[in-house]
């Protein structure tokens, strides 16, 4: 093992010592407190003339591999979640009474009044918290930190490698603001990916582990762990887009623009971000004609959003495009596909006549697949149903209650319009799931 | 072009030579394969329109996952195929992988043969051969295995075959080499560079030293597995664990997608000819721009494209997304960057499909 090796090893070690040294102080502070801290350092990121922001968005370009003004936009986003009004209307979405995370809490039961005893309950925190996440979608770290800390749960995280600064810039900001909950909490990255073996380190003691990335990650992971402990994962998923005829009849360049920018955002990565888009056919339908005003609002977007380009993987990305959308043109050959794209631009745009297996399209790409009624998709999709996390719709309002439960009973956990598609509000159901409530346990006195 | 030397049916063609038969080649598959001939019909281009084999449409690598590109006048029913080579499988599941169907291996022994002599055993016959690749029985799919199944035939006196198909050991690989090091006559030991990763794994002490003469073969890359070393690491494994010195040490570079071979002539030109392959003449190579598909100036990297006469079966024009650098007729490839994708945390779509969906 190497001396540096050795050195990583240690410091996680120590970190985790004095993570649950900081339990004691952070319980014994209002849960409403807390949260104020946290949104009061969450808003200096919306702040233009605020460093932290200024900071962030010097940094976030190259690591997470977003053009300065993607970026802007991502962490505008982000941030809107991040505030004391989004963060208080999180735990009251949580929480009957958040007070719950500050002790115990008298609950009237109804229907029991006979009972001899009245109920007491108390929302209880992990003793130790170890959130391990990847990826490039900037956020996701401070998200992790901040639902830990609401529960009052001392953290260590490894945050995703293109998510490491703001991470890091919200830890150091909060040991500013508040040293005492800054202490509670620890950012270390190393390559989950390739290191096993200080993810393994990180992970020993803790009574709750959180994992963000893909299957084999999380499998990894929770391989690791005692029975004892919490474990909670979200796994990668994908989203999809369904629009009904009924919003192709009139003026479609909205609806256009509101697909294409739900793509782009996060440069098609996010779990949040259409890949398939379900058009459902009607006789005066022009799913052809929506496809190029896609690829237009696309073209518009290569101005107002750049993709970010390293020049050192240019060639690369130009040759796996290249690969991707000649293998398109030949089927396109043949009659199957139409593939609009952006020629240097990363964008592609491929209608689909037929069912086919394509390869993956890198960059803003979405495939537009005609489907008779919305209501085929889900068999359609089959199994892979149980992967989807977002859908987007474009449906007559009358429709949206029957779509919703027929997607959330094949699988889908969020259904909501494309141009609040990107950024799920910090209350959401994360993947089905309280965000807060997957992380406590509950203690009742009967 | 590649650039050969010496007498054994390597010299280098005239370009007139390799033009016509690209043209005839060209005008075979386009008869006979229909995806691509729409796909050329697409492009402006058939066999009249054609009067330099560059114009001839290359199809990507990636299209052998997902188009049946076979160029034979034979239907499936009245003769079938001689082989089917499918790519190593990745994260994306069997029904992703490239296919090479292989109407004659006629072909492709005609086309293995002397390039491998002349990188390999251009100063014996005959050798025995270590394989840490499966052998062409247990892996009848794998266009690799059956190359060394090829090579077993044609030069080896005595072949130890000591990885099965799912990577473990036949046999103690170390019983195997330490036997081989007590005996005074060469061997050749061919593996992959995974494959010679896993040997250093399975060393109970780095001692054994293979006889003088002894050389090696490694091929393909890291892909599809989370571990990655570097080209001079990887050699200096091959030279601790074998005794096989750096000069007598062969990269091959192929694919399933490929019929045709190209090896750095180390044996022959020593350790300056390292990291530059050699085509043979009847495998024509280009490195492009990867905007425009020109041609790049000599020394300039770009995609590598191919086009292979021995392919006559598929597509011989054929479009890798390999980067590379061609100087003085010889290839360089670039190493590939693990991880410089950026990831998110969404699922790839083509991904699911494998999992139950129709899409």
Redesign the interface.
């Known amino acids: 093992m190497s001396v540096n090796r050795d050195a990583e090893l240690a410091q996680i070690n120590e970190a985790k010592v004095a993570l649950q040294q900081a339990r004691p102080a952070i319980l014994s502070r209002p849960v409403a407190e807390i949260a104020d801290v946290l949104g009061r350092v969450g808003e200096r990121f919306s702040n233009p003339d605020d460093q932290l922001r200024r900071m962030a968005l010097d940094k976030l370009p190259s690591e997470?591999?977003l053009s300065r003004e993607l970026a802007e936009v991502v962490l505008d986003g982000m941030a809107a979640g991040w505030t004391r009004e989004a963060l208080s209307i999180l735990l009251k979405s949580e929480f009957s009474d958040p007070a719950l995370l500050d002790g115990l809490v008298r609950v009237q039961q109804k229907g029991h009044e006979k009972s001899l005893s009245v109920p007491s309950l108390m929302a209880v925190g992990p003793t130790l918290c170890v959130q391990v996440s990847?990826?490039?979608?900037p956020g996701?770290g401070v998200n992790a930190l901040i639902r830990s800390l609401l529960v009052k749960a001392p953290t260590l995280i490894k945050p995703g490698a293109?998510d490491v600064v703001l991470t890091q810039l919200f830890a150091e900001a909060l040991r500013d603001a508040d040293a005492e909950l800054g202490s509670a909490v620890a950012v270390r990255y190393w390559s989950g990916?390739?290191d096993h073996e200080l993810t393994k380190q990180a992970v020993a003691g803790a009574d709750a582990v959180v994992v963000?990335?893909?299957d084999e990650s999380v499998l990894s992971v929770q391989g690791m762990l005692p029975v004892s402990c919490r474990f909670i994962a979200?796994h990668?998923?994908?989203?999809i887009g369904i629009v009904g005829r009924e919003k192709l009849r009139d003026s479609m360049e909205d609806l256009a623009s509101e697909v294409a920018r739900a793509v782009a955002m996060?440069?098609?990565?996010?779990?949040v971000?259409p890949?398939?888009l379900f058009v459902e056919r009607g006789e005066d339908v022009e799913v052809e004609a929506f496809a190029h005003l896609i690829a237009e609002s696309f073209e518009r977007l290569a101005c107002e959003w750049p993709s970010h380009v390293?020049p050192?993987?240019?060639?690369?990305?130009?040759?796996?495009l290249?690969?991707?959308r000649?293998?398109i043109?030949?089927?396109?050959?043949?009659?199957s596909v139409r593939m609009l794209h952006g020629g240097?631009e990363n964008w592609t745009v491929v209608s689909e006549l037929d069912?086919?297996?394509?390869?993956?399209l890198?960059g803003r790409s979405l495939?537009i697949?005609p489907v008779q009624n919305l209501e085929d998709v889900p068999s359609?999709?089959?199994?892979?149903?149980r992967?989807i996390q977002s859908v987007g719709y474009a449906v007559a309002e009358d429709r949206v209650d029957d779509i919703a439960v027929l997607f959330g009973r094949a699988g889908a956990s969020r259904v909501v319009p494309f141009d609040a598609m990107s950024f799920p509000p910090a209350w959401w159901l994360h993947d089905g799931q309280g965000p807060l409530r997957a992380l406590i346990g509950w203690v009742e006195v009967q | 072009m590649g650039v050969s030397g010496g007498v054994d049916g390597l010299e280098p063609w005239k370009e007139k030579a390799f033009q016509g038969l690209a043209q005839e080649v060209f005008g075979w598959q386009f008869e006979l394969c229909?995806?691509?001939r729409?796909?050329c019909?697409?492009r402006g281009v058939t066999p009249s329109s054609v009067s330099d084999w560059r114009e001839i449409p290359?199809?990507?690598?990636?299209?052998f996952?997902?188009?049946n590109l076979v160029s034979t006048p034979y239907t499936s029913i009245s003769r079938k195929p001689d082989a089917a080579f499918y790519t190593s499988g990745t994260t994306l599941g069997s029904?992703?992988r490239g296919c090479h169907f292989v109407p004659r291996v006629s072909l492709y022994r005609a086309a293995f043969h002397q390039p491998f002599r002349r990188a390999l055993l251009p100063d014996v016959e005959e050798i025995r051969i270590i394989s840490l690749i499966p052998s062409p029985i247990s892996a009848p799919h794998s266009s690799l295995s059956w190359m060394v199944g090829m090579a077993a035939d044609a030069f080896a006196y005595e072949v130890d075959w000591l990885v099965q198909p799912n990577g473990e050991w036949t046999r103690g690989p170390f019983d195997v080499l330490r036997a081989a090091s007590e005996e005074e006559e060469p061997v050749l030991v061919l593996g992959t560079a995974l494959a010679f990763l896993h040997l250093k794994e399975a060393a109970d002490e780095p001692s054994v030293s293979l006889p003088t003469g002894s050389r090696a073969m490694v091929t393909g890359g890291f892909k599809g597995v989370?571990r990655a070393i570097g080209r001079s690491e990887l050699y200096s494994t091959i030279t601790d664990y074998t005794g096989i010195a750096r000069d007598r040490i062969v990269n091959e570079y192929g694919m399933t997608e490929l019929l045709s071979q190209m090896y750095e002539p180390v044996l022959t030109e020593g350790t300056r000819a390292a990291g530059r392959l050699e085509a043979p003449p009847w495998l024509g190579v280009r490195v492009l721009d990867?905007?425009t598909?020109e041609d790049q100036p000599e020394g300039e990297?770009?995609?590598i494209s191919f086009f292979d006469l021995a392919n006559l079966g598929s597509v011989s024009h054929v479009?890798?997304?390999?980067?590379g650098v061609l100087e003085e007729g010889r290839l360089a490839v670039s190493g590939r960057?693990p991880?410089?994708?950026?990831?998110?945390?969404?699922?790839?779509?083509?991904?699911?499909?494998s999992?139950?969906?129709?899409?």
């Open positions: 997470a591999k990847s990826g490039s979608v996701v293109g990916g390739k963000y990335g893909s979200y990668h998923r994908f989203g996060f440069e098609n990565r996010g779990c971000c890949q398939v390293e050192v993987f240019a060639d690369r990305e130009s040759a796996l290249r690969q991707v000649d293998t043109e030949i089927h396109q050959a043949a009659g240097i069912l086919l297996q394509l390869p993956f890198p495939r697949r359609l999709l089959g199994e892979s149903c992967h | 229909a995806p691509y729409s796909f019909k697409q290359a199809v990507p690598t990636t299209a996952k997902y188009v029904e992703h989370s990867p905007t598909l990297q770009g995609i479009l890798t997304e390999d980067l960057v991880g410089s994708e950026p990831r998110g945390c969404s699922r790839a779509m083509d991904d699911l499909m999992g139950g969906g129709r899409l």
